[in-house]
C-alpha cells in the first residue's frame, strides 16, 4: 500500500476517484436519453448529470477556495444521487426481477430458504440489536473516511474514497444487471411472523425504506461488500480500529439474511466483490493516478 500513496501527481490534474466518477456520469447518461419517455422528470436528471460533470472540471482545472474540500468530499453526494437514479433506470429499461432466480439458488443450496428458517432464531432482542447493526452502516463506512481526514492523513483518505466510490458504483451496475428486491418482498407469505423488535426496530425498518423506497438493491449486498471494504480500510487509521470494525463486520453481514434484506447468494457476491476490490484497487488506482496516487494538500 506504501508504493501506491507517495507520488503527488501535478496541480489541476484529475485523481483517480475523479475519473472512475466522470465515466459513471458519462455513462448513466445512455438510460437517461435511450428510455427518456420512460423515466420521470429525465430533463432534471439529463441537466443533473451536465452540471455534475461541468462542476467538478471546474473544480479540477480551476483551483480557487472551495476546490481542497469539494475535491475531497463531493463524490459522497455524488454517489448517492447515483443510487437513488438506478432504481429508476432498471424500471425505464424493463429489467426483469431476478428474486425468484436468487431465491432458487438458495434454495438449491441450503435445501430451505434462509431467512424462513432463521425464524427458529428471532427474538425481539436479536432483531433490535441487528437493526442497529444493519442501520449502522453508513456512519459506519464514513466514519474510516472522517478519523483518516481528522489525523491529517490526506493520502489514505483519499485512497479510501476512490476504494468506497468504486465499491459503490460497481454494486450499481450489479443491481442493474441482476435487479432484485430481497426475500422480505419475495418470501413474505412462507415467512410464518413478522420481524418484531424493541422499540427503535420500526422506526428504523420503516426510515431505511422511506429512504430507499421501492429499490432493487439487492445483488450484490452492498452492505456486505462495503462494510468489509471499510473493515479493510480501517487498518490505514489504527489497528485498535481494524479490530473493532473486525467485530462489527459479521454481525452486519448475519443481519442482511436474518432480516431478510438479502438472500444468502447476495451476501457471497458482495463479499468475493470486495475480495477483488481489495486486491485490484491497489493496480487500478496507481493506472489512474497521474504521475503516482493521492495528492497531498500544498
Known amino acids: 500500500m506504501a508504493h501506491v500513496l507517495t507520488a503527488r501527481p501535478a496541480n ?17 447518461l445512455i438510460p437517461i436519453v435511450g428510455w427518456w419517455s420512460h423515466i420521470p422528470d429525465a430533463w432534471f436528471h439529463f441537466t443533473w448529470h451536465l452540471v455534475a460533470i461541468a462542476l467538478l472540471v471546474f473544480e479540477v482545472k480551476w483551483p480557487n477556495p472551495s476546490s481542497w474540500i469539494f475535491r475531497n468530499w463531493y463524490m459522497l453526494f455524488y454517489v448517492a444521487t447515483c443510487y437513488k437514479e438506478m432504481a429508476l433506470f432498471i424500471t425505464a429499461v424493463g429489467r426483469p426481477s431476478a428474486d425468484e432466480a436468487l431465491a432458487a439458488i438458495d434454495y438449491h443450496f441450503w435445501g430451505a430458504h434462509p431467512s424462513v ?3 427458529r432464531i428471532m427474538t425481539p432482542v436479536l432483531t433490535e440489536v441487528l437493526q442497529i447493526v444493519y442501520t449502522l452502516f453508513i456512519p459506519a463506512v464514513l466514519l474510516v473516511a472522517a478519523l483518516l481526514w481528522r489525523k491529517r492523513k490526506y493520502a489514505e483518505f ?8 468504486l465499491g459503490f458504483l460497481v454494486s450499481y451496475i450489479g443491481y442493474f444487471l441482476v435487479p432484485a428486491r430481497g426475500p422480505r418482498f419475495l418470501l413474505k407469505h412462507l415467512q410464518h411472523m413478522p420481524l418484531q423488535g424493541l422499540w427503535l426496530f420500526q422506526t428504523m425498518q420503516s426510515g431505511l425504506d422511506r429512504l430507499e423506497s421501492a429499490h432493487y438493491d439487492c445483488f450484490p449486498s452492498g ?15 489504527s489497528n485498535r480500529l481494524f479490530k473493532a470494525y473486525f467485530a462489527y463486520t459479521p454481525p452486519l453481514i448475519f443481519a442482511t439474511v436474518y432480516l431478510r434484506y438479502h438472500y ?18 491497489p493496480v487500478l488506482y496507481r493506472k489512474l493516478s497521474t504521475g503516482g496516487s493521492a495528492i497531498g494538500r500544498s
Open 12 to 28: 489541476r490534474e484529475f485523481w483517480a476517484v475523479d475519473k472512475i466518477i466522470l465515466v459513471y456520469f458519462a455513462a448513466s
Open 158 to 165: 483519499q485512497y479510501y474514497a476512490f476504494l468506497i466510490a
Open 223 to 237: 452492505h456486505t461488500e462495503l462494510t468489509i471494504l471499510a473493515w479493510w480500510g480501517s487498518r490505514m487509521v
Open 117 to 119: 428458517v432463521l425464524e
Open 264 to 281: 444468502s447468494v447476495d451476501v457471497l457476491a458482495g463479499a468475493v466483490l470486495a475480495a477483488g476490490l481489495i486486491l485490484s484497487a
